[in-house]
């Protein structure tokens, strides 16, 4: 059975940090592209970032460079998502997602709220 589980998620102040994992179950971890995706109240789900391929380059949305970072672990099947200097407009649904070809598997999601 594949299982996307998200963790990590909360409340924080703008300006803070958090660290969102994913473990994934049920299929080959290093064979799947693994990215983040968050969807917002009132807006359409949108890619946070990702790994273009099963283990290569790294990519962002233009909204999180630089305050982000993706990272995955073959080994223990997680990916992870280091978010810093959190600002309101982060505050969404974090979903974990695994793709390969046409298969895409998701996560049930992580809230994030940040808010003082």
């Known amino acids: 059975q594949v299982q996307l589980v998200e963790s990590g998620g909360g409340l924080v102040q703008p300006g803070g940090s958090l660290r969102l994992s994913c473990a994934a179950s049920g299929f080959t971890f290093s064979n799947y592209a693994m990215s983040w995706y968050r969807q917002a109240p009132g807006k359409e789900r949108e890619l946070v970032a990702g790994?273009?391929?099963?283990?290569?380059?790294?990519m962002y949305a233009d909204s999180i460079k630089g305050r982000f970072t993706i990272s995955r672990d073959n080994a223990k099947n997680t990916v992870d998502l280091q978010m810093n200097s959190l600002k309101p407009e982060d505050t969404a649904v974090y979903y974990c997602n695994a793709r390969t070809g046409v298969i895409n598997y998701w996560g049930k999601g992580t809230l994030v709220t940040v808010s003082s």
């Open positions: 790994f273009s391929t099963t283990g290569g380059r790294t």
